[in-house]
């Protein structure tokens, strides 16, 4: 002891005994209340005698560990402090991953040493470390949980300057049907935006926004019961680094291509302000056909053939703000809004014939439909978290305001022509429509998880959703007579719907004997619908609804349990079980009776009247973790009830003109096996293999006089990804998909199938380019081939058209823990400068 003391007098002497005789001592007092300390330096890699950026420098106080303050060198190794207490002792600890760390004692005597340069800092590299950081340090563009999997789409070099839709494509046991619906096993997923429902779509949400995609084929009770198809869960980059960090993107391709976008990070606790624009265009040249037979008796009546050409321009916009503010350490305010809208103009011409069983032509034609329409929209939400010391107990809450509204014009004109090019008394046919949609959603949910010790844990919640739609659709028909236009009375509805879904949830989990873990929970559901059509013309008016349970003979209904068992065998081996009961409710468009897609011998409609399907699953998955290797098996079984699933049949008013709609069956299952497998060969080639077959069976009601028939059979999918890193360090990737024949209600769909090829090279840690062929062969058609005792059909189409895209991005930012608290500091200090009338002579 005695020692310190004499170190510490001796201290103090020395520092007396260096200061100016001539200082007066109240100067002196003035200068131990200000903060006027400067240090500064240089960082380098003592091996390369490169700079290290974002090396953390730690000032602590002498004989403590406590932190004074702190900073991060910048790019180009400089680093700077500022406004430290005069008269005090320092230690200037520097620090960054992969290197040992540096130390050194430092001493700020003024009125002379006020600014205390330390030069350049050599860091030695630690060894040991940066074989650590080789093995873990680059993020995978694959990695599995026993619950997920999680895809890195940031890596996945085919998607930059593209749209969520674009991201989801390429990732494994998930397909885009021709309508851009996103499939999991055929079924609809549920879209999720950082953990939580949303009304966004994934065209609505740049590609070059999103972090990662969580896939979870079967979710928990503390997820909604309608996530029947599992959860697509979109996790949006966020700022994690205090400082301000951004990027500033665009992109051009053929087609008419255009994107940009840009973004803004600012964090300085106790604030994150988060700012993001985008615009994304372009325009796709398709085209499509269909082949009919119609059949009587089993003889053939006639033949009905039919080419689209179609043309389509869109352009989106998306908007998006978040503001974090913490209140304390444990207490997280987050408030957030995003704005998306966008406009399409489609023009599908149509060239049709009709042919006798003679293959003699009857007639033929053109139909043109011209489409204008669009979207606005916006959702806010504020979240609420509050953490406690125990980990992994925590209480949120969230709150969210949905409104959408969108709205179209159409224009179909139909000509039709007899054998002789005679153009028929009725000819031309003209009808044009009007709609809008607006739709308002209230979402608020309350979750508590508490470990109660180790190995035992428990979540509860509650959630309440209320949505109301109204859709306005006004149809007129043109009258060659009076020369004007006339309502269509049939055709012209107004269509209300009103949902409310109210929840509670409680999950328990816990370890049993042979160290198998068990999460058992109940969710509880309570749902009403009711939908409402109008004629206004015809002064009439029907309603569709179903409330559950509304007795004793459907309270089973609301009731959704759930059962996870899990056990691991070693550290790179794992395997679960699931066993869950899900309800899928049918969404906007299968319920909407109004026309969404037709031509002359074809319509796709909604349909009212359609109720919930009911789905009973089960999972049994392995997890094999082979270092950078991975092999995820999945054996799963669906047992379906009352399921939703297109189907044809002739229209009651035409026969010849046949009505695609959307019918409950009445049972159905589905069983298969799923494996994914990631490899890592060579160090620069990557492979991620998926393979998806399953078998179908599905039995379907008597629909619209039709006898009850069985469909089913065998399918598959394979999704392949090659990644292979070629010399000046350019990232070469291939994407693959193939989609076997599938079988629906009345026949199968058609294969599809694609390859897309990407080029990317980053320069530095600012630029990154990138190229991307999409659809390299031009082969991506989706259809089906659909058959009943009154026709046999095939309808083959193009969402888009093969197009090549290349994209700038820029990165810019700077780590700062104390980016406005310095700013203002100096502003004060600049104020206060020459107040105290300080003079050192």
């Given at each position: ?486 309502p269509d009375t049939i055709m012209s509805t107004n269509y209300q719907t009103i949902e409310m879904i109210n929840a509670a949830y409680i999950n328990y989990s816990s370890k049993t004997f042979w160290d198998i873990k068990y999460q058992i929970g109940l969710r509880l559901e309570q749902t009403y619908f009711k939908g409402t059509l109008y004629r206004p013309h015809l002064g009439t008016s029907e309603s569709f609804d179903y409330y559950y349970p509304n007795s004793l003979d459907n309270a089973s209904y609301m009731f959704f349990p759930g059962i996870f068992l899990s056990k691991e065998f070693s550290s790179k081996s794992e395997i679960q079980l699931n066993i869950t009961r899900k309800i899928k409710r049918p969404n906007f468009f299968q319920r909407m009776p109004f026309i969404m897609f037709a031509d002359n011998k074809n319509y796709r ?237």
């Open positions: 002891m005695y020692r310190i003391i004499i170190f510490f007098l001796l201290s103090s002497s020395y520092c007396w005994a260096q200061m100016p005789g001539n200082v007066n001592p109240k100067m002196l007092e003035k200068l131990k209340d200000m903060k006027i300390g400067k240090v500064l330096g240089k960082v380098y890699d003592a091996k390369t005698k490169k700079p290290v950026e974002y090396a953390s420098v730690v000032l602590l106080w002498y004989n403590k560990d406590s932190v004074v303050t702190g900073t991060l060198a910048k790019e180009n190794g400089d680093f700077l402090i500022e406004n430290l207490p005069a008269f005090a002792s320092y230690r200037v600890r520097i620090s960054f991953i992969g290197y040992k760390n540096f130390e050194k004692r430092i001493y700020l005597i003024p009125p002379d040493k006020v600014e205390l340069d330390l030069g350049d800092i050599f860091l030695e590299p630690d060894v040991n470390i940066l074989k650590e950081v080789e093995v873990v340090g680059e993020t995978p563009v694959f990695t599995t949980q026993i619950d997920r999997k999680v895809f890195n789409v940031e890596k996945d070099l085919s998607i930059k300057g593209g749209t969520g839709l674009d991201a989801v494509k390429n990732i494994p046991t998930l397909n885009v049907d021709a309508d851009g619906n996103v499939q999991l096993r055929n079924k609809s997923v549920t879209l999720y935006v950082d953990g939580r429902p949303t009304t966004l779509s994934l065209e609505q949400i740049p590609a070059d926004q999103i972090e990662r995609i969580e896939v979870i084929s079967n979710p928990s009770v503390k997820f909604d019961a309608s996530t029947t198809g599992g959860i697509l869960n979109v996790v949006l980059k966020k700022n994690k680094k205090p400082g301000y960090n951004g990027m500033l993107m665009g992109g051009i391709g053929t087609n008419d291509r255009y994107t940009t976008m840009g973004n803004i990070s600012i964090k300085e606790y106790p604030f994150n302000l988060s700012l993001m624009g985008n615009f994304n265009s372009q325009i796709n040249y398709t085209k499509g056909y269909t082949k009919r037979t119609d059949l009587y008796n089993g003889s053939v009546t006639d033949y009905y053939n039919q080419n689209n050409h179609t043309f389509n321009k869109s352009q989106f916009n998306f908007f998006r703000v978040a503001l974090d503010y913490n209140i304390t350490n444990r207490d997280l305010i987050t408030i957030s809004g995003n704005f998306p809208m966008g406009n399409f103009y489609t023009s599908d011409t149509q060239l049709f014939e009709t042919l006798l069983n003679t293959q003699k032509k009857l007639s033929d034609g053109y139909r043109v439909n011209n489409s204008d329409a669009g979207f606005r929209g916006y959702t806010g939400a504020l979240n609420y978290k509050k953490s406690y010391p125990t980990p992994g107990k925590e209480l949120t809450f969230d709150a969210n305001y949905n409104y959408f509204h969108s709205k179209n014009n159409y224009l179909y004109s139909t000509h039709t022509f007899d054998s002789t090019g005679t153009e028929f008394f009725f000819s031309p046919s003209i009808q044009k429509n009007t709609g809008n949609r607006y739709s308002n959603q209230i979402t608020s949910q309350l979750d508590f998880a508490n470990p109660i010790s180790d190995t035992k844990k428990i979540e509860m919640g509650l959630r309440s959703n209320y949505e109301l739609t109204e859709t306005y659709n006004n149809t007129q028909n043109f009258q060659s007579s009076i020369n004007d236009f006339v409609i909604g349909n009212p009247g359609l109720k919930p399907e009911f789905n009973n699953k089960a999972e049994l998955n392995h997890n094999l973790n082979l270092g950078k290797n991975n092999i995820f098996s999945t054996i799963y079984f669906s047992y379906d009830q009352q399921p939703i699933s297109n189907t044809t049949y002739p229209s009651e008013q035409d026969s010849s003109i046949l009505v695609n709609t959307f019918v409950n069956g009445k049972s159905g299952f589905e069983y298969g096996t799923e494996q994914t497998i990631k490899w890592t060969f060579f160090k620069k080639l990557n492979v991620t293999l998926n393979a998806n077959v399953f078998w179908t069976y599905i039995n379907s009601d008597i629909i619209n006089n039709q006898p009850q028939q069985t469909f089913s059979g065998w399918s598959y999918n394979t999704k392949l990804v090659l990644q292979y890193t070629l010399p000046w360090e350019i990232n070469f990737q291939i994407n693959g998909n193939y989609q076997a024949p599938r079988i629906i209600i009345g026949g199968k769909t058609i294969p599809m199938y694609f390859v897309d090829v990407s080029l990317n090279k980053m320069i530095g840690t600012k630029w990154n380019f990138n190229l991307t062929l999409s659809d390299a062969f031009n082969t991506k058609r989706m259809g089906m081939n659909t058959a009943s005792d009154f026709y046999i059909q095939e309808i083959s189409r193009r969402r888009e058209a093969r197009f090549l895209r290349f994209t700038v991005a820029y990165m810019f930012g700077k780590l700062d823990a104390s980016i406005f608290k310095r700013k203002k500091g100096q502003q004060q200090q600049n104020m206060n400068g020459n107040a105290d009338g300080l003079d050192f002579n």
